[in-house]
Each structure stands twice: as structure tokens, then as C-alpha cells.
């Protein structure tokens, strides 16, 4: 288990250093779309951190499921029910996540459409509404999940 944590804490500094070393040398010149390895080595170091992520959350919480559970009158937090409990937890950080990424653009659209026309003000709240929604299905399915434990 401990294998698979340091692997991906290993990819994740990787991603860190990769993209401190690109801030500080670029390869390409000012506005040239990067090159394909680049894009393709990311690619790698996302798909073995959520391989490592899955490879843990599904065969390791099968065997810490296994124990038996602790005396009835206390309950103690075991490995098993703290990974299922970061395991709920991901839904909403993903969903923020990309609720975060909605709302950038939208947000910042939306504030030059106000500027010249102040009559679209309440169309523009509407669209950052529906891609602030994608936060609160995100909170929904953790809150249906929680129930499950």
C-alpha cells in the first residue's frame, strides 16, 4: 500500500516540477502551441495518478473492509472507513473543480456583456447559475454516499 502512495505522490511532484521548470525555461517561443511530448508526458503523470488513485481505492479498501469491526459501543475510525470517507469526499472536489473551471470564463464573459448592455444582466446570472450547478451535484452525490456508510 505504501507503494502505491509514494507512487502517486511521486507523480504529483513530478507534475509540480515539470510545470516550475516550463514557467522558467519555455521551450517554444512567445505564443507557439506546445509540442506534442509535452502534452503527452502530462498525459502519462495524470493517467498514473488516477490508475494509482483507482489501484488503491479499489483493491486496498477491499482488504481493509476485511477486519473485523471494533466493540459496538465505540466506534473507532479504521483504515477501510477512511478511505471510503476520502473516497466520498472526491465527487465534490471534482465537481468544484470543474465548477471552478465554468465559471472563469463565463464569469469574466459575462462581465464584458454587463458592460455594454446592463439589460443582459439577468441572462448572465442565469449561465453562471447552471455552471455553479455542477458544484451542488457534486455536494448531492457526497451527501447520498455519506448515507451509504
Known amino acids: 500500500m505504501f507503494w502505491i502512495l509514494a507512487l502517486m505522490s511521486l507523480t504529483v511532484l513530478l507534475t509540480i516540477a515539470l510545470g516550475v521548470y516550463a514557467q522558467f525555461n519555455p521551450l517554444l517561443a512567445e505564443g507557439a502551441p506546445p509540442g506534442r511530448w509535452l502534452k503527452g508526458a502530462l498525459g502519462l503523470n495524470a493517467l498514473s495518478f488516477v490508475g494509482g488513485l483507482l489501484v488503491l481505492l479499489l483493491i486496498v479498501l477491499q482488504t481493509a473492509l476485511a477486519e473485523p469491526s471494533a ?3 465505540v466506534r473507532e475510525i479504521s483504515t477501510g472507513l477512511g478511505l471510503a470517507i476520502i473516497g466520498i469526499g472526491i465527487p465534490t472536489g471534482i465537481a468544484a473543480l470543474g465548477a471552478g473551471l465554468a465559471v472563469g ?8 456583456v454587463i458592460v455594454e448592455k446592463p439589460e443582459a444582466f439577468g441572462r448572465s446570472l442565469i449561465f453562471i447559475g447552471l455552471a455553479e450547478g455542477i458544484a451542488i451535484y457534486g455536494l448531492v452525490v457526497t451527501i447520498l454516499l455519506l448515507d451509504k456508510i
Do not use: Q, R
Open 71 to 73: 466493540a459496538e459501543g
Open 105 to 112: 470564463p463565463i464569469g469574466a464573459a459575462a462581465l464584458a
